[in-house]
């Protein structure tokens, strides 16, 4: 009986897959059930890759410095900025890209582990390097090394806290500086 049950059950969710109508189209939000699937495989996949990657320190202003920069150059159009809230990307892709210049966006990705600082550090180091799959997240990974990668985690921290005003001096790169050679 288990069996037979378990056998139509498989026969109806193919079934499902090949009728094409799970709307796939991006302004269209999955349902709850998928929803669910997806942000558990994420969350639990980044954990257990995550979990155990050694955080430099973050505080040093060399990394905040040259992470700034990186930042408004690669990420911007997507993650924003003090002073702008909404970008066609941010607006048009699915999942949305989180504002990553305000602390609590609605998008709670982030608060599951609160005041977990050393997770936060590490959950972004691994997000920035190999990307998510099915979204609009690239791995920066394969053109970048680890170092560019901190230096943006560190400047990540600072950013909720950052005016437009100071956004702007800290992205500026100097005169000369050669930026996007590796
Ligand atoms: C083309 C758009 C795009 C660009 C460019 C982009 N991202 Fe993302 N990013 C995304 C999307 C979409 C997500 C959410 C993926 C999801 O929810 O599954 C994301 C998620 C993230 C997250 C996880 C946020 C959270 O707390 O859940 C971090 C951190 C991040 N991106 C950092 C960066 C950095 C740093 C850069 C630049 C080097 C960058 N991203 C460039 C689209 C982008």
Redesign the pocket.
């Known amino acids: 009986m288990i069996v037979l049950l378990s056998a139509i059950g498989v026969l109806g969710v193919a079934g499902f897959i090949y009728s094409g109508l799970y709307p796939i189209g991006a302004d269209v939000p999955h349902n709850a059930v998928t929803y669910w699937v ?2 558990t495989l ?1 969350e639990r996949s980044i954990k257990r890759a995550a979990s155990d990657i050694n955080v430099p320190d973050l505080s040093d202003p060399e990394l905040l410095l040259s992470g700034g920069p ?2 408004n150059e ?6 924003l900025k003090p002073g702008k809230n909404k970008s066609d ?1 941010s607006v048009g ?6 504002n ?1 210049s305000q602390d609590g966006d609605g ?1 709670d ?2 608060h599951d582990e609160h005041g977990d600082e050393k997770y ?1 550090a590490q ?2 180091f691994w ?2 390097k190999h ?2 799959k ?5 791995a ?1 990974g394969e053109t ?1 090394d680890d170092q560019r ?1 901190w230096a ?2 560190a ?2 921290q600072k950013l909720p806290r950052l005016t437009p005003e100071q956004y702007q001096i800290i992205t500026a790169r100097s005169d000369g500086e050669n930026n996007h050679s590796h």
């Open positions: 997806l942000e994420r990186d930042y690669m990420c911007l159009e997507c993650h990307m892709l699915y999942p949305s890209p989180p990553l998008n990705h982030n936060t959950r972004q997000i920035i990307g998510i099915a979204s609009g997240m690239p920066w970048h990668i943006m985690v400047f990540l």
